[in-house]
């Protein structure tokens, strides 16, 4: 077994005349949560499409868990998930049918008992028979996360997972993301806007501005690299290309 969960090599993304990730190079330890940051065009969402399979790489080559997603996607995908709350459900469908639907598409044994238990965890009961498309934004967030926790993941990709959510929800679903990988051993890649959500997760943080990674490390590392008391800070820094954090550092 590869110490990796993910692996990309030289990992490129055109569209026509336009590349949106540009021959980037990561890897992502087993169990670990890693953040992937950068503005809006950065090249995150790109990134974890290819990482899904959505989309064909240009170049390069992505291995998940050990296989070559060129070649054999399908032997990791059911090993996989993801979630984003701007990705939405059938709108008609119940929140439980929902998830019943998915669950059966996952191959999930025990269909009821797991959309039981998500729904008790993620504290979706009380609008398990509502149509997906009447519920709240913060509602949403949470069933996206339970449909993407429905096959038990060894590699989960969440894109903004407490988006919409009131403080004390998105403390509680942080601590039940803590909870999930500490159980499981999964490994998490995060795209996150938020940056004391990525202080307190991630491990590691792989920083992107205009399809490539600018720079890397805990957040604790970037943090003193910059000279900064806060990762927005940084993100700011790194978003603007500004290079004070850098002087600084280097006095």
């Known amino acids: 077994m590869t110490e990796d969960a993910i692996k990309a090599v030289r990992l490129t993304k055109r569209f026509g005349a336009v590349t949106a990730v540009d021959a980037?190079?990561?890897?992502?330890?087993?169990?670990?949560v890693t953040g992937l940051l950068g503005g809006n065009g950065a090249g995150k969402t790109t990134t974890i499409s290819m990482l899904l399979g959505l989309l064909l790489p240009t170049?390069?080559?992505?291995?998940?868990?050990?296989?070559?997603?060129?070649?054999?996607?399908?032997?990791?995908?059911?090993?996989?998930?993801?979630?984003?709350?701007?990705?939405?459900?059938?709108?008609?469908?119940?929140?439980?049918?929902?998830?019943?639907?998915?669950?059966?598409?996952?191959?999930?044994a025990g269909v009821r008992?797991?959309?039981?238990?998500?729904?008790?965890?993620?504290?979706?009961?009380?609008?398990?028979?509502?149509?997906a498309g009447s519920l709240s934004a913060g509602?949403?967030?949470?069933?996206?996360?339970?449909?993407?926790?429905?096959?038990?993941?060894?590699?989960?990709?969440?894109?903004e997972p407490t988006a919409s959510l009131d403080p004390d929800t998105a403390d509680r679903l942080r601590s039940y993301l803590e909870a999930y990988r500490r159980a499981s051993g999964a490994t998490v890649l995060l795209a996150s806007h938020n940056m004391p959500e990525v202080e307190r997760l991630c491990?590691?943080?792989?920083?992107m501005r205009r399809g490539h990674i600018v720079d890397r490390g805990t957040p604790a590392e970037l943090l003193e690299k910059?000279?900064?008391d806060s990762m927005e800070d940084v993100f700011l820094d790194i978003a603007r290309d500004r290079r004070e954090g850098l002087a600084n550092a280097a006095e």
């Open 226 to 228: 910059y000279g900064r």
């Open 59 to 108: 170049e390069g080559s992505i291995r998940v868990l050990g296989v070559d997603m060129a070649r054999n996607r399908h032997a990791v995908l059911p090993r996989m998930n993801f979630s984003s709350p701007y990705v939405e459900l059938p709108h008609r469908l119940t929140v439980k049918e929902n998830l019943v639907v998915y669950a059966h598409l996952y191959g999930v």
């Open 139 to 159: 509602q949403k967030t949470r069933v996206a996360l339970a449909k993407a926790l429905l096959n038990r993941p060894q590699v989960l990709l969440l894109d």
């Open 203 to 207: 491990d590691r943080v792989l920083m």
């Open 24 to 32: 980037i190079d990561f890897a992502v330890p087993r169990g670990s």
């Open 113 to 131: 008992r797991r959309v039981e238990e998500l729904a008790e965890e993620l504290d979706l009961t009380a609008f398990l028979d509502r149509p």
